[in-house]
């Protein structure tokens, strides 16, 4: 079954460094997602993507995030200077088009020290 | 209060036993969404009930939805140790530009006991 793959599966860094965490959606979908969980709380929605640009951001997803899909098969989330409240584990997901379902993949768990 | 809301937080019963978990939600929406998670894994989706539907069976699963009292609840029937893990709820709703976006709930925590 296809799966959406993220790398790494965990990152450690240092506060207020630039981390990108990536994903490579199912290929045939056209709809793409990043969602954070911070420990023991929410899976919160950051943002959507489709057709190359954001179609929805969240209050979260504020100058210090951004989105790229840089070539035809991975699509990034940056955070640039990162916080220690950024710890937390980041999803990605993708949609194909007329379909409700979403595909997790398994999730980066960053770590801001 | 926020979208999708779910209780118990936590269930603790013995293998063999059904789990119910209920999840309440506040705005209109597309489908509702169950998924389930292990202790620091990724979310696999479990089941989707769409907005027109009343009930909805997949395998030990069994998802009900009420529109008018915007709630909806997971059984699991029979339940076994490998059940052991969180639950969350998520609705779908349409997005203003383009596709659709899912907000999840706090989710339970079932322990299931052998």
């Known amino acids: 079954e296809p799966e959406v793959t993220q790398t790494p599966s965990h990152q450690v860094t240092q506060m207020g460094q630039e981390v990108i965490l990536r994903c490579v959606p199912i290929?045939?979908?056209?709809?793409f997602y990043w969602y954070r969980q911070i420990l023991g709380q929410k899976v919160e929605f950051l943002v959507s993507f489709y057709n190359n640009e954001i179609s929805e951001k969240s209050e979260i997803f504020d100058d210090q995030f951004s989105v790229e899909r840089p070539d035809g098969s991975n699509f990034t989330l940056k955070i640039r200077s990162t916080k220690l409240e950024d710890s937390a584990m980041y999803f990605c997901a993708s949609r194909k088009q007329g379909a409700y379902g979403y595909t997790f993949g398994s999730g980066t768990r960053l770590t801001v020290v | 209060s926020q979208q999708g809301e779910e209780d118990p937080q936590a269930l603790s019963i013995q293998e063999g036993e059904n789990a119910t978990m209920n999840c309440s939600y506040k705005?209109?929406?597309?489908?509702l969404q169950w998924y389930r998670q292990n202790s620091g894994r990724g979310l696999v989706h479990l089941i989707l009930?769409?907005?027109?539907?009343r009930e909805k069976h997949s395998g030990r699963l069994r998802v009900t939805l009420d529109t008018s009292k915007k709630s909806s609840s997971l059984l699991i029937t029979a339940s076994r140790a490998a059940d052991t893990a969180s639950y969350f709820c998520?609705?779908?709703?349409?997005?203003?530009?383009?596709?659709?976006?899912?907000?999840f709930g706090g989710g339970t925590r079932v322990l299931v006991k052998p």
């Open positions: 290929s045939n979908h056209l709809y």
């Open positions: 009930i769409r907005s027109n539907e």
């Open positions: 998520a609705t779908d709703t349409l997005l203003k530009a383009a596709g659709n976006k899912l907000t």
């Open positions: 705005t209109s929406i597309n489908n």
